[in-house]
């Protein structure tokens, strides 16, 4: 059992910037990769961004350039650097975590992002 716990969310203007960020606690050992997932109203979930625990990076294309995943592997914490925001980024932000040796997905309770216009 793995239990993410996300903070950093809150109200932005455009052009502004926040970093969320994710705690993760529990079974640290079988994280395979850790990311960001977010939820527009009414639209699906989508991805922003995963770090596995070699390191690699992936991000979505929109937020490229923009966003920056990173990780403090002595705290647990993944964290998402969101610079010049906009009014189209306000969603739920999601932690997500792969665990194990079939990736599965846990979550954390999410994050409110708003940008203002």
């Known amino acids: 059992q793995v239990q993410l716990v996300e903070s950093g969310g809150g109200l932005e203007q455009t052009g502004g910037s926040l970093r969320l960020s994710c705690a993760a606690s529990?079974?640290?050992?079988?994280?395979?990769?850790m990311g960001w997932y977010r939820q527009a109203p009414g639209k699906q979930r989508e991805l922003v961004a995963t770090i596995t625990r070699g390191g690699s990076i992936n991000y979505a294309d929109s937020m490229q350039g923009r966003f920056t995943i990173s990780r403090d592997n002595a705290k647990n914490t993944v964290y998402l650097q969101m610079n010049s925001l906009k009014p189209e980024d306000t969603a739920v932000y999601y932690c997500n975590a792969k665990i194990g040796v079939t990736w599965s997905n846990y979550w954390g309770q999410g994050t409110q992002v708003t940008v203002s216009s």
């Open positions: 529990g079974s640290i050992s079988s994280i395979k990769a």
